[in-house]
């Protein structure tokens, strides 16, 4: 059948809820300290990244679509019961870790927007508020939900924006960072850097919630045409989310390639100075090169570019952290019922995540400083990094087995 953008929107929202896992702020830190780093060096490395995370977003969402059941409920059928615990404590890890790095950027984001008046302790302890608004917008539905992430989508797309805009970062530069695959008189922090950018893309929990997600939508499974139509639309709108994704993460690496890429604490301190910037001691008056996270990247491009930078910056982080904060609860819904035949409430289920999220985060916010909590974040996206196989190997086989799939199986 011809194509159908009214059937297209039809299909239009699981894929959004599923790119916002491509935003958060640990994705977001990825990014701007690649930039800082190596450049525009590594941008090819977030472009494949970002392709293979969408093939594999594809396997997830046929996965859901073919067999009417999600990833975790396949497992629970498939695998005995050791292997089954512990794919599920290994997912749970991952959903954990996640709201850790949601719980960390939020709550640096309400410290920039209140210009330093709120702690981060305070900030972490405002993000149990998200319990609640996750909790109001479910009342209203899935489709209602979708609207909303793709209102913060747009916020984050604006406020990245703006910082590009104001930045104008070389465009030749970007090009050939994006298409050309080198890494000139690159060593290991670059190195470090690579294997960041993959963790933080692609999210092992991810894929539990895309195939989950595509159930929303009343499909035949009776009938192959109404089925393979149903796995091109979301597959378009997959590229369409994962498209939008990918150019604000290249907003933020560019920003931060053009204007921090081997700069040293002495040259943004004397800016900062300045400016008179009440963070200028955040940046030693020495000649190491300049290390950013998502902080102090809101306090520098403050100093180079004036308020509005800082505060259109933490916005976009705030945002964020909302975002992928319901997407990482819906996670965890789907893994607890499809592992454990285990229903619990939302509220529960958000409680529970938050609290195990909130008190290492806490710990940290209140005995040490800003540079820690962030130092955190990397441990974090190494965290996602190991994770990866415990989503990939039941993705890939169940998706080529004919016994799962019947005729739609890959042939892998």
């Not at 491509?22 to 941008?43: H, M, R, T, W």
């Not at 894929?207 to 009776?222: C, F, G, T």
Request: charged share 15%.
């Amino acid at each position: 059948p011809c194509f159908s953008f009214r059937k297209l929107w039809a299909f239009t929202g699981p894929g959004f809820l599923m790119s916002i896992a491509y935003l958060d702020p640990g994705n977001i830190e990825s990014d701007l300290q690649s930039g800082a780093v190596a450049g525009f060096k590594l941008l090819w490395v977030l472009m494949l990244a970002t392709i293979i995370g969408l093939l594999l977003q594809r396997l997830a969402a046929r996965l859901g679509v073919v067999t009417g059941l999600h990833l975790a409920e396949v497992c629970n059928r498939q695998y005995q019961k050791v292997p089954r615990i512990i794919l599920w404590l290994m997912v749970e890890l991952a959903i954990i870790g996640s709201d850790m790095q949601e719980v960390i950027g939020s709550a640096i984001a309400i410290n920039l927007l209140s210009v330093g008046k709120i702690p981060l302790w305070g900030g972490v302890l405002i993000t149990i508020a998200d319990t609640f608004v996750f909790l109001f917008l479910d009342k209203y539905g899935l489709r209602k939900l979708e609207a909303f992430f793709g209102f913060l989508i747009t916020v984050m797309a604006l406020t990245f924006g703006y910082e590009y805009i104001t930045v104008k970062p070389d465009q030749e530069k970007l090009l050939q960072g994006l298409f050309i695959p080198y890494c000139q008189n690159c060593g290991t922090p670059q190195l470090e850097q690579a294997v960041g950018i993959v963790g933080a893309v692609i999210m092992p929990h991810n894929m539990y919630l895309h195939s989950a997600l595509v159930k929303s939508r009343q499909v035949n499974r009776a009938n192959k045409r109404e089925v393979r139509e149903a796995n091109k639309y979301f597959f378009i709108e997959s590229c369409i989310a994962l498209f939008v994704s990918f150019i604000i993460n290249i907003f933020v690496v560019t920003v931060f390639a053009e204007a921090f890429f081997e700069k040293t604490n002495a040259d943004v301190n004397t800016v900062c100075v300045n400016a008179s910037s009440p963070h200028s001691s955040l940046f030693p008056n020495n000649n190491e090169t300049l290390e950013v996270d998502i902080y102090k990247g809101g306090v520098v491009l403050g100093c180079y570019f004036g308020p509005a930078a800082l505060y259109i910056w933490a916005i976009g982080i705030l945002a964020a952290g909302q975002s992928s904060t319901m997407t990482g609860t819906y996670s965890g819904q789907f893994v607890m019922e499809g592992f454990l035949n285990l229903r619990w409430s939302r509220f529960a289920r958000v409680l529970l995540t938050r609290s195990i999220a909130i008190t290492p985060t806490l710990l940290v916010a209140i005995f040490q400083d800003v540079e820690h909590l962030t130092g955190m974040n990397d441990f974090l996206n190494v965290l996602m990094s190991l994770q990866l196989p415990f989503a990939l190997i039941p993705v890939l086989t169940f998706t080529s087995l004919p016994s799962v799939m019947n005729d739609f199986a890959n042939g892998l």
